[in-house]
């Protein structure tokens, strides 16, 4: 168990709609990383808060976004879904910012868009 | 840009065979490199971690050793089980020419390893 929680577990909806998955970090980590999973792209970062604030963003789509509470638990929001947006996301966290630092990985949420 | 090449699986080994699963990067300045193991229905676990060159991460009788002349990170097992069945995924982090480095992961595209009794 890393610590690092998230819900739901499985997630099917139909396209065009929307959802939100959450992620609750390992207590005393400050950093949130969400990562995408597909067969055809494999392991994709997609966007990392820290603190709060939105510190980095890779292959996220605009209709993607994401944020991080007070709390430190943080959700990632998926509108206007496509077949192609099914997939394994998961969340990591980290003590702190930079290279070097390990990264917790949560078991995942798998959404699935019909 | 910053990548991972690993090498193509699945690889198929019996019980105690000697395990080597390639791992090569491109990177600006000194990545971080990394191992992470998958197995079936679960999240991504970090095996082994390498932060400068010629550092050898372990754990669990896995090996790699940070290769900056070969730009490398090799992973090794002297005798598998068939319980390290799995997934494994090279990873770096490094800053990119867009942004400071914030320690987002980079990932190769996963080796499945599947060991025989």
């Known amino acids: 168990d890393s610590g690092v929680t998230q819900t739901p577990k499985h997630l099917i909806t139909a396209t065009g709609q929307r959802v939100t998955l959450r992620c609750s970090p390992r207590s005393g980590d400050l950093s949130v990383y969400w990562y995408q999973q597909s067969l055809d792209q494999g392991l994709q970062f997609l966007i990392q808060?820290?603190?709060?604030?939105?510190?980095a963003k890779g292959n996220i789509l605009e209709r993607f976004s994401a944020q991080q509470f007070p709390d430190l638990h943080s959700e990632l929001n998926l509108s206007s879904l496509e077949l192609g947006d099914s997939a394994l996301y998961f969340c990591?966290?980290?003590?702190?910012?930079?290279?070097?630092?390990?990264?917790?990985f949560g078991p995942g949420t798998r959404l699935t868009v019909t | 840009g910053n990548s991972v090449t690993q090498m193509e699986g699945p690889v198929t080994l019996s019980e105690e065979a000697f395990l080597t699963i390639n791992c090569t990067y491109t990177?600006?300045?000194?990545?971080?490199l990394f191992w992470y193991v998958q197995y079936p229905g679960e999240g991504l676990q970090l095996l082994l971690k390498a932060t400068k060159a010629d550092d050898k991460g372990s754990n669990k009788g896995f090996e790699a050793t940070y290769r900056k002349e070969t730009t490398s990170f090799h992973l090794e097992k002297g005798s598998v089980q068939v319980s390290d069945s799995a997934v494994y995924f090279c990873?770096?982090?490094?800053?990119?020419?867009?942004?400071?480095?914030?320690?987002?992961?980079?990932f190769g595209q996963g080796t499945t390893l599947q060991v025989k009794p």
């Open positions: 808060y820290y603190n709060g604030e939105e510190r």
């Open positions: 990177a600006t300045g000194y990545p971080s």
């Open positions: 990873a770096l982090s490094a800053p990119s020419a867009l942004s400071s480095n914030t320690g987002k992961l980079i």
């Open positions: 990591a966290s980290s003590v702190a910012l930079g290279q070097g630092y390990e990264q917790y």
